[in-house]
Nanobody, 119 residues
Framework: QVQLAESGGGLVQAGGSLRLSCAAS????????MGWFRQAPGLEREFVAR????????NYADSVKGRFTVGRDNAKNMIYLQMNSLKPEDTAVYYC????????????WGQGTQVTVSS
């Protein structure tokens, strides 16, 4: 089992920045992807960004490209999401997720952290 814990959410004005962190614990040796998803009220959860644990390859949703950066600290078993130039439409609960090698879906999820961007 893998446990994920997010931190760093909050309230920020449009144009501002926030940094989310996600700490992984437990059986982390077989992690393949770690990523960020978000869910706004009334909408389905959507992919935001992900990073390949072994080589740091990153992927982003088109809506956040150029504004958000995902990074990792393998020694601390942590990933980050640096969010710049935030927009009101970025308001959502952000979830950290992890996928193990050989598994097609993200099987581990954090509890979520609220990000609110005011206009």
């Amino acid at each position: 089992q893998v446990q994920l814990a997010e931190s760093g959410g909050g309230l920020v004005q449009a144009g501002g920045s926030l940094r989310l962190s996600c700490a992984a614990s437990g059986r982390t040796l077989n992690l393949y992807h770690m990523g960020w998803f978000r869910q706004a009220p009334g909408l389905e959860r959507e992919f935001v960004a992900r990073i390949t644990w072994s080589d740091g390859t990153t992927n982003y949703a088109d809506s956040v490209k150029g504004r958000f950066t995902v990074g990792r600290d393998n020694a601390k078993n942590m990933i980050y999401l640096q969010m710049n130039s935030l927009k009101p439409e970025d308001t959502a609960v952000y979830y950290c997720a992890a996928r193990s090698l050989g598994i097609s879906e993200y099987g581990y999820w954090g509890q979520g952290t609220q990000v609110t961007v005011s206009s």
